[in-house]
């Protein structure tokens, strides 16, 4: 069966420092990764996908992802943080029918 | 375009009463989706639609619970009659039809609306 996992359920960041958010995967075939970020109040918003390629996926807003199949991860990461990054972040993983399996969300909170 | 538009953006409502959540996917979209988001459950999907024929409800929590696309351009999720622990954020998505990259079927982005905060009392 298939299933998204990020361990993180709370990081709390300084602003500038770098981010990494982790999210593990579960499925039986290759995978459709995505992230999406949750400010608050507000819908899902898409940073970026990986469908196939090159593993290192460039976003918006400054972000990138890494996708190893070795590890079943499908890591988000940003070098240097700004206050307005503060947010729920969740991994999708794209199974049958176009439809989205989404991890719990790791929320992001950022210390000026 | 304007995005997904859902309405109303809170509803606050009796135990009993009948809800009705409305959505209208982008234009050109084939299909539509309805998720819940609660603290204890994170992002469910109750059920989604490809050209306004509903093609997975086993999300749906139960028959309370009931969901329509009359046309491409309008959807509604209905709850009958409300309980408490309905109360959520709902929100609607829609995406293209996905496509082929080679023999491999490609996934479209899911565009979501800004969701409707439900309180039930």
Known sequence: AQSVTQPD????????????????????????????????????QLLLKYFSGDTLVQGIKGFEAEFKRSQSSFNLRKPSVHWSDAAEYFCALGTAGNKLTFGGGTRVLVKP | ???????????????????????????GHDYLFWYRQTMMRG?????????????????????RFSAKMPNASFSTLKIQPSEP?????????????????????TYNEQFFGPGTRLTVL
Not at chain 2, 9 to 15: A, I, L, N, P
């Open chain 2, 1 to 27: 375009d304007a995005g997904v538009i859902q309405s109303p953006r809170h509803e606050v409502t009796e135990m009993g009463q009948e809800v009705t959540l409305r959505c209208k996917p982008i234009s």
């Open chain 2, 85 to 105: 622990r309905d109360s959520a954020v709902y929100f609607c998505a829609s995406s293209d039809k996905p496509g082929l990259a080679g023999a491999r079927r």
């Open chain 2, 43 to 63: 992002l469910e999907l109750l059920i989604y639609f490809n050209n306004n024929v509903p093609i997975d409800d086993s999300g749906m929590p139960e028959d």
């Open chain 1, 9 to 44: 359920i709370h990081i709390t960041v300084s602003e500038g420092a770098s981010l990494e958010l982790r999210c593990n995967y579960s499925y039986g075939a290759t995978p459709y990764l995505f992230w999406y970020v949750q400010s608050p109040g507000q819908g899902l």
